[in-house]
């Protein structure tokens, strides 16, 4: 049987973890006496006196999210997004110095505020140090913990988001400034609630946080560099209130006072004189997620609002963005937060969340005392995840993508894997898989995804479905996302292995299964009438649904599953599960005869989305042809025919484009596969830094979903793929298209895939080398090569 111990692989294995193995923890939450209903913050502190130096080792969590300091200082954030029977605590070493110390955690309980993403028990904070000898010291019920409500911060509507969580609006007046230090009056005794648990051992459970250790670590905390932030525009205004509605016009720009505002990202101070507004328009010239602090001095009774936009708008109702650098006539809408000085020196207004985007605006509006401004500081916050794997090319198009698509990724890489960070903040499985199969080809850090899956995993409801996004406290189910999950599992097991943990999920991905075959018509195809069934943003589709739904089955979604049962049977295979192989086949074998019956059409030579056949889409050739279920050669190349001759046919958007690449590889056309990257070689054209949501007018303009093509770049275009679970063996089978020389060096779970390609007018020549022990094949023109593990090999195969 696992311990938690097991789970615990960064702590030492001794006594002072005993306690550990015991379902109940020794050390209780606490929450604050009479703070009334969410939302509201408040601080908690414990005082105490280290006879000697040593380092004490915390393990901290809260409901819903804190923030935790010594001696003043912050030392981090959490707890790790989850939700109530996966509630992640962080493990903190602080170094004590012999002396008084304080301990303060800052926690926030927002209620039906609160982001959708942002699971909750009841509010509360538990700090448990690893020795029990330290707990009359440190341990929460078990040592007088104090705690006092932090007034002055007011909840405000994050529209144009949502779901995002409130903004806040801080009354510096009502503030309890030095609160991080423990000072301060208002101060009481703590109340003890319920005991710590442990969800790996605990039984008989009520309503309680179940504890596991964070997966993922701390997210990246650094400064944004002064000379990223550039005010572009500064003008005075007569209000704030309808500013949304002013234009930006560069005419009213005031150049003699640019230059100050410039500075102050920088620690150059800008004096607001008494009785002035100022509207400040800042560029980042990328798109970052920060957390934003505004330090002041004086302007009693000022107003300041900052706020932030991923673009300015043509219009005021906020539809079109036009190019993204430019701000010349057009409108900024933004979310962002307030921040009402008192007059006191060196105010530091901090938010509780971060914000997202390119621009800021800064709004200024004194009264009787001028407002000095000593500094806009800016900390950049997001999963570590960086580009370890190489692309080049000759064609500087491609090359151009890789990093707007890479900073979407990055952007929407969190405590999970995130839609947009400006709009939603949410995982959808849909939008993670290819987030997922991005960052299996970029990284060997693959920690987020698994998270990910298992986020998946826990989200199940009774019908056996995976919830759509996860965590949220806001449930909503699209079948067919649950389909992509499988794909997530199937993906993990190809290019990294681990048969445990694939195993453990195949048994949420077998109910999966069985919810759809229960949905099995007479005529032997599913037929879901219920629920939001969402395919794609096409834009001529309702809600990302086609046509023809209400009549009937959907032949976009049997062909779904038929692609789901084929990449869940390949999973089973590999874990030895036989029967499971066999039975998925012969489902599979039989769907794939009665959707041939009902949704092909002899006369156009492709699948309909309906049984009337009044709509047609490239997403159902391509779910036929990925399924390999449909592989007669005379079908396939009537379906690489409609796909390049048919103009009717509903186009797959930035998401589902992923599928169409795919089967451009298959069906060897990948003159198609360099068309459709339009949308992406156009990104510097509108200035845009990340890759957007859908085409133009797009909502948001960072989707993780649009890093998509790095991965075709490594698997597609370098032909870089495994040949086997696991990655235990390579295939190679280049689709260069018009790119005449190309290379890449292949992050791989034994070392790296390094490949340099140059084609001529009748030859392709190239060096491959493959990590030790990792045997592959090399394929092009017709004509395959057997590759040896930790050799370099030359490739020269001539044209027939």
């Known amino acids: ?52 130096q040593r380092t004490v080792r915390v393990h901290v969590s809260a409901d819903e999210r804190y923030e935790l300091y010594l001696d003043g200082r912050m030392i981090g954030r959490g707890s790790e997004r989850g939700d109530a029977a996966n509630w992640y605590f962080e493990t903190y070493d602080l170094p004590l110095r012999a002396g008084e110390h304080v301990i303060v955690a800052k926690v926030w309980s927002l209620g039906e505020m609160a982001p959708y993403a942002q699971m909750s028990v009841r509010h509360g904070f538990i700090c448990a140090p690893q020795d029990q000898s330290d707990a009359a010291m440190i341990g929460t019920g078990t040592s007088a913990w104090q705690s006092r409500r932090i007034d002055g911060i007011t909840f405000t509507d994050p529209r144009p988001a949502f779901g995002t969580g409130a903004n ?70 007569e209000s704030t209130p309808e500013l949304h509605k002013v234009a930006v016009r560069l005419a009213d720009n005031l150049p003699g006072e640019q230059t100050q505002w410039n500075g102050l990202a920088g620690g150059g101070a800008v004096v607001v004189p008494r009785r002035t507004r100022r509207r400040i328009i800042f560029d980042l010239n990328n798109y ?109 198009r491609i090359n151009d993508v890789i990093p707007p698509a890479f900073r979407s990724l990055q952007m929407c890489a969190h405590e999970t894997y995130l839609d ?27 920690a987020l995804l698994r998270k990910c899956i298992e986020q998946f995993d826990y989200s199940r409801t009774p019908s056996g479905l995976t919830q759509s996004r996860y965590p949220s ?11 992509f999950w499988i794909s997530m599992i199937h993906d993990y097991a190809l290019w990294r292995g681990d048969a445990d943990f694939v195993s453990a999920r195949m048994r949420g991905a077998r109910s999966v299964i069985e919810w759809y075959l229960g949905k099995l018509n007479r005529d032997g195809l599913v037929e879901i009438g ?22 009937g089955p959907s032949g976009i979604m049997n062909l779904h599953l038929i692609y789901a049962l084929s990449q869940a049977a390949a999973v089973e295979q590999w874990l ?41 889409s ?69 200035g845009m830094r990340t890759t957007p949501e859908w085409p133009e007018p797009t909502r948001s303009d960072c989707h993780g979903w649009g890093a998509h093509p790095i991965h075709h770049f490594f698997a597609t275009i370098l032909g870089i793929r495994p040949a086997e679970m696991g990655f235990g063996k390579v295939s190679i089978t280049p689709g260069l298209g018009t790119i005449k020389q190309a290379s890449g060096r292949l992050v791989h779970p034994k070392g790296w895939i390094e490949i340099d390609l140059a084609t001529e007018a009748r030859s392709l020549r190239g060096v491959v080398t493959l990590p030790e022990g990792v045997d592959g094949s090399f394929s092009f023109g017709g004509q395959t090569q057997g590759l040896t593990g930790g050799k370099k090999h030359q490739i020269e195969i001539m044209r027939s």
Not at 185 to 207: L, M, P, Q, V, Y
Not at 379 to 396: A, H, I, N, V
Not at 476 to 483: E, G, I, R, T
Not at 638 to 665: K, M, N, P, V
């Open 473 to 483: 406290r806001v449930r909503q189910v699209l079948a067919p996302f649950s389909l």
């Open 576 to 616: 030895g599960e036989t029967e499971l192989v066999q039975r998925y086949r012969r489902l599979s074998a039989r769907l794939t005869a009665r959707v041939a019956e009902t949704f092909w059409d002899d006369r156009r030579g492709l699948f309909a989305d309906d049984i009337r056949k009044t709509s047609f």
């Open 168 to 237: 806040v609006r801080i009354d510096a007046a009502a503030f309890p400034w030095g609160f991080e230090a423990g000072g301060g009056e208002g101060w009481r005794d703590a109340a003890k609630a319920h005991a710590g648990t442990n969800g790996i051992f605990r039984n008989e459970i009520g309503s309680q946080h179940l504890m596991r250790p964070a997966v993922l670590g701390p997210m990246l905390d650094q400064p944004i560099a002064a000379d990223s932030l550039t005010a572009r525009y500064v003008a005075a205004i």
């Open 618 to 686: 490239e997403h159902a050739q391509c779910l036929a042809v990925l399924s390999g279920a449909f592989d007669d050669p005379r079908r396939l190349r009537h379906i690489r025919q409609g796909l390049i001759e048919s103009s009717d046919l509903a186009r797959t958007t930035i998401s589902y484009t992923h599928y169409l690449f795919e089967t451009y590889r298959r069906l060897d056309w990948m003159e198609g596969f360099f068309q459709r990257m339009r949308t992406w070689f156009e990104l510097p054209a509108r």
């Open 1 to 52: 049987m696992r311990t938690l111990i097991d789970y615990l692989p960064f702590v030492e294995r001794d006594k002072t973890l005993e306690w550990y193995a015991k379902g109940q923890w020794p050390f209780h939450w606490i929450a604050g006496m009479d703070m009334g209903p969410p939302p509201y913050v408040a601080a908690y502190r414990r005082i105490f006196t280290m006879d000697r």
């Open 288 to 396: 970052f997620c920060a957390y934003p602090e505004l330090v002041v001095s004086k302007g009693k009774g000022s107003r300041v609002s900052l706020k932030w936009a991923e673009s300015l708008f043509v219009e005021p109702e906020a539809r079109n963005k036009a190019n993204r650098d430019e701000i010349e006539g057009k409108y900024f809408l933004g979310v962002g937060d307030e921040f009402l000085p008192d007059g006191g020196d060196h105010r530091s207004f901090k938010t509780l969340w971060w914000q997202a985007g390119r621009y800021l605006q800064l709004c200024v509006e004194t009264t009787d005392e001028p407002l000095t401004i000593h500094r806009l500081h800016l900390r950049e916050t997001r999963y570590p995840l960086e580009m370890e794997s190489r692309f080049t090319s000759d064609d500087r």
């Open 420 to 446: 947009c960070p400006y709009y939603e903040q949410l995982m959808y499985s849909g939008d993670s898989r290819l987030a997922g199969l991005t960052t299996l080809v970029a990284t060997r850090d693959d």
């Open 530 to 551: 219920e629920g939001w069934n969402f395919t794609d943003w096409v834009p001529c589709w309702t809600e990302g649904v086609h046509p023809g739904m209400e009549y």
